[in-house]
């Protein structure tokens, strides 16, 4: 069994997998989720060539009978989960006039819906976790539009602040029992989603998903004594 296990979804590109590789060097066995299944065979590829147990699961975070499968993978392989990464997200602008239902619906069930389904599945996991060693930790992917509402991004900004907010009554509810979460509220950072905007903001001014990721390690040092809630991440002088 190994000594600590991670569950990362959206782990096949961009900040998750930035994640996921951290985790791998903090010494985590990984169960990587993504859809698409090429991408992310070719991601668990990479993280094994660098010398790390891992297993993907490909599938729809918006199904919850995804949601069930990966959490099944995981425990029927690693018996333990340390580790969950609510990561995998979708942003859709529209005018608020013109927002299509089922783009509201595939924001609020990815960004948001899945997050609730995976605490559910994985909460007997986290439980043996805390009372292990009071260190499990769960990071959910917001977004600086989870701290203010972007315009023409209303329901991603929508989806992020329900983010936050979950978190917030997570840690209220099972922080006693050794389970912190934590939100990551990150302006631009330089991943496929933002390829939208690199026309204003060229990727290399954005922040990096490995900035994400030592954060991320930090949360995995403090002391059972020490819960982060939140981390905003700005890029000097911008925004967004
Ligand atoms: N980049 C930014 O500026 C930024 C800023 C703030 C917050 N975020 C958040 O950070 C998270 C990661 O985004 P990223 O920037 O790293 O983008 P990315 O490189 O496009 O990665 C997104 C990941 O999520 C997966 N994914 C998307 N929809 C999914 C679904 N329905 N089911 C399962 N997996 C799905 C993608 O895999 P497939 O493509 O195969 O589905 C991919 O692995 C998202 O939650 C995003 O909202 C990003």
């Not at 994640?19 to 299944?37: F, N, S």
């Not at 942003?91 to 924001?107: F, M, N």
């Not at 840690?171 to 950072?189: Q, R």
Request: some cysteine; overall charge negative.
């Amino acid at each position: 069994m190994a000594e600590r296990a991670a569950i990362v979804t959206g782990g096949s590109s961009g900040i998750g997998l930035a994640i996921a590789r951290m985790l791998v060097e903090e010494g985590h066995a990984i169960t990587l989720a993504a859809r698409r299944p090429e991408k992310l065979e070719s991601a668990a590829a990479e993280l094994s060539s660098e010398g790390a147990e891992v297993q993907h699961v490909a599938g729809n975070m918006a199904d919850e009978e995804t949601v069930r499968r990966v959490v099944q993978a995981h425990q029927e392989r690693f018996k333990r989960l340390d580790v969950l990464v609510n990561n995998a997200g979708v942003g859709i602008g529209a005018p608020v006039g013109e927002i299509q239902t089922k783009h509201l619906d595939l924001q609020l069930d990815v960004n948001l819906r899945s997050i609730i389904l995976f605490y559910r599945e994985c909460a007997d996991l986290l439980r043996a976790a805390g009372a292990e060693h009071r260190n499990a930790l769960v990071i959910n992917m917001s977004s600086i539009s989870g701290k203010r509402g972007e315009a023409w991004l209303s329901v991603y900004s929508a989806s992020k602040h329900g983010v936050v907010g979950f978190t917030e009554a997570m840690n209220k509810e099972l922080g006693g029992e050794g389970i912190k979460s934590c939100a990551l509220c990150p302006a631009f950072v330089d991943t496929p989603m933002t390829e939208f905007a690199k026309e204003n903001v060229p990727g290399e001014e954005m922040i990096r998903p490995q900035d994400i990721a030592e954060a991320a390690r930090a949360l995995l040092r403090v002391s059972p004594a020490c819960v982060i809630p939140e981390i905003m991440f700005q890029r000097p002088g911008a925004a967004l």
